[in-house]
């Protein structure tokens, strides 16, 4: 699955797409094309059904990992069984951090990413997760010139991000209720930090994820609708 999308013609600004970069799968580039074309590629992404026994197969193995995280060798002898399981959940929110970046940075070599894609502060109230979405719909169904470039969501299965972040939200539950007694007297002071701060670092990495899910999922309510350009304004 290609990593970013670009709508609109190529070559308009400086630094903007190529047909080079089409071919190469990093972006695919639209010409000016009828919005119905364009909300056809923006559809492709949000059909549920195809991702969701992809979603039934996570659930199961993330119910597995539930009953094995807190023992070795997945569990850290250095701290207390409760600090180990927040470390895991800290390394877990890092890579999930971490690939959401590349998907984003790989979308934003194709063109200027959309500014929904990109917020200023995190985390994101919901009405205005609703607001960005709706820009990025219009913008993406009624530009004439210019791009849009965007990371695209998986058709097959749930993004990886999304499935890192869903295994980290199936540990809090556990790590909170886990001694905080027990590993090694020389990480101590490490093991207290750990503890004290991990339900905090686990809440910061999750922040720009969390927002990324809740757009696509609006997004993908807006496309899916009966009338996605209801809420536009008129076309520039």
Same mark, same amino acid.
């Given at each position: 699955m290609r990593s970013g999308a670009v709508v609109g013609p190529p070559g308009r600004a400086a630094g903007g797409p190529t047909r080079a970069a089409a071919r190469s799968g990093?972006?695919?580039? =639209?010409?000016?094309? $009828?919005p119905s074309t364009k909300l056809d590629r923006l559809r492709s992404g949000c059909q549920p059904t195809k991702t969701q026994v992809e979603r039934e197969a996570d659930a199961m193995a993330i119910g597995i990992l539930t009953k094995l995280a807190r023992h070795p060798p997945y569990r850290q002898p250095v701290f207390s069984?409760?600090?180990?399981?927040?470390w895991a959940i800290d390394q877990i929110a890092l890579a999930a951090d971490a690939w959401d970046t590349a998907t984003t940075e790989r979308a934003a070599a194709a063109g200027k990413l959309h500014p929904s894609f990109d917020p200023p502060?995190?985390?994101v109230?919901?009405?205005? =997760?609703?607001?960005? $979405?709706?820009?990025?719909?219009?913008?993406?169904?009624?530009r004439r010139d210019g791009v849009v470039a965007f990371p695209v969501r998986p058709s097959t299965h749930p993004p990886m991000a999304e499935r890192l972040r869903r295994?980290?939200?199936?540990?809090e539950p556990i790590a909170r209720e886990l001694p905080a007694?027990?590993?090694?007297?020389?990480f101590a002071p490490v093991a207290r930090l750990q503890e004290g701060f991990g339900a905090i670092t686990a809440f910061m990495h999750r922040a720009r994820g969390a927002y990324l899910t809740s757009l696509y999922d609006q997004i993908c309510?807006?496309?899916?609708?009966?009338?996605?350009?209801?809420?536009?304004?008129?076309?520039?």
């Open positions: 990093a972006a695919f580039v =639209v010409e000016d094309i $009828a069984e409760r600090g180990s399981m927040y502060e995190l985390p109230p919901p009405a205005e =997760v609703a607001t960005n $979405a709706r820009r990025f719909v219009c913008d993406a169904l009624t295994v980290a939200e199936a540990l007694t027990g590993g090694s007297e020389d309510t807006l496309v899916n609708g009966s009338d996605p350009l209801a809420s536009c304004a008129p076309t520039r």
